[in-house]
């Protein structure tokens, strides 16, 4: 199963869900499908944000370790990776991970997400004995305000390695306490490493086997920003057209996200800026990532026309 796919049943999941409707998965469809309710026909065109991967090695590197994760599982399942995380590799880190998808997997009904979690390190520096700070580059970044006033020094932690958080809040009211009982053992010039984990959200498709990694490569995730608001636009004037006359009674634009978290993902904000011309005429807009799908444009009504 393509990621494309992956999209495509998770906004038809939640169209359904929504709107109280019965649209089909259309079989073999990928970026362009029909999907039909009765006598309804809905046109969709399913793109990613950040548009398609030129890196052959990383590919042949997902396809591989898609391979190994879907020998003898049963049932068919979206792995999505955390936004910027490089692929497992090495032992043993590498069988642990497939032995951790596995155990996760079996454990999952019908639409049902989890996570999986995958080694990962930090690194802590005291830079002096002054302030009460903590700097923070990585994926603890935007909680950096939680470290004020509860270390007594200047740090650096290097968080680079964590891309994503398990949704659980005592996750990560833990790893804080980690940070700030480890601030107090160090001297100025110190430093340390905070054992703790990357959550590869894992989720259960409609299907028989199979596992689809969805993610990007490292290399293609070095100003996301930038590229949404570049690609969305290109996106919406390429599929306007071909959704504009396709024989249809509604037309649905699906993004397939790379976000670490929903809560993280800029499309909404990039569609703003935008002349409603772009997207007049496309009936739902929805963003697909880590799992969720979010409307951007939905309109009341419109799935009961």
């Known amino acids: 199963m393509s990621e494309s796919s992956v999209a495509l049943e998770l906004f038809l999941r939640w169209l359904n869900e929504a709107h109280e409707r019965r649209f089909t998965l259309p079989e073999a469809a990928d970026c362009s499908a029909i999907s039909v309710d009765g006598e309804t026909r809905l046109a969709i065109e399913v793109r990613p944000l950040l548009g398609s991967v030129d890196d052959a090695a990383w590919v042949g590197a997902r396809r591989r370790l898609e391979d190994l994760l879907g020998e003898g599982l049963p049932g068919a399942y ?3 990776a955390p936004f910027g995380a490089a692929l497992p590799s090495g032992e043993p880190m590498l069988s642990e991970f497939i032995d951790g998808v596995r155990q996760a997997a079996v454990k999952l009904g019908p639409h049902e997400r989890s996570y999986v979690p995958l080694p990962a390190r930090m690194v802590l520096r005291k830079i002096s004995d002054d302030g009460g700070v903590v700097s923070v580059t990585g994926g603890l970044n ?4 939680r470290f004020t006033e509860l270390v007594r020094g200047t740090y650096d ?6 891309h994503r958080l398990p949704e659980s809040g005592a996750h990560l009211d833990e790893l804080i306490g980690q940070v700030v009982d480890m601030t107090k053992q160090l001297s100025a010039g110190q430093r340390a490493e905070i054992e703790t984990i990357d959550a590869w959200t894992l989720q259960r498709l409609f299907g028989e086997a199979g596992v689809t990694i969805v993610g990007a490569p490292p290399t293609q995730t070095d100003d996301p920003g930038l590229a949404v608001r570049r690609n969305f636009r290109r996106i ?3 599929v306007g057209p071909s959704l504009w006359s396709a ?8 993004l397939l996200g790379h976000y670490a ?3 993280q993902e800029g499309a909404t904000t990039a ?5 409603p011309s772009l997207y007049s005429g496309i009936d739902f807009v929805c963003l697909v990532a880590d799992g969720l799908v979010k409307p951007i444009i939905d309109p009341p009504g419109a799935a009961k026309r």
Do not use: P
Not at 142 to 145: L, S
Not at 157 to 162: E, G, I, N, P, Q
């Open 142 to 145: 935007q909680h950096w305000a």
């Open 78 to 80: 979206a792995l999505w």
């Open 247 to 254: 024989e249809a009674d509604l037309r649905a634009l699906v």
């Open 157 to 162: 932690l290097d968080s680079t390695a964590v």
């Open 271 to 275: 569609m703003r800026g935008y002349d």
């Open 236 to 238: 919406l004037a390429e």
């Open 261 to 263: 978290r929903m809560d």
